[in-house]
């Protein structure tokens, strides 16, 4: 499954350096597929492919997730699943 997610946080900066360095993530999706794209200083959209909806949920509820979440104001605000047009 493929899922695009709109995050706000309380600076992009801030929560790219973390998304960027967070190596559980290519344990829920193809890494080399995901795009992260900056809407402004408090906002992005996030493109996760071939996503394990089971080790995604166990990834966002993480303690690790939970404590960035709160030290970087961090809030998912809309998540979609979404088909490539491209296969």
Known sequence: M???VKVSMNNYDEWKAVFDGHDD?????????????????????????????PKMQELMTS???????KDLGIVN?????????HA
């Open 63 to 69: 303690d690790f997730m939970i404590q960035i979440s």
């Open 25 to 53: 993530r290519k344990l829920i999706c193809d890494e080399t597929k995901t795009t992260v794209a900056k809407i402004n200083d408090n906002q992005a959209v996030v493109m996760l492919y071939n996503v394990d909806m």
């Open 2 to 4: 493929n899922v695009l």
């Open 77 to 85: 605000d809309e998540m979609y699943t979404f088909v490539s047009l």
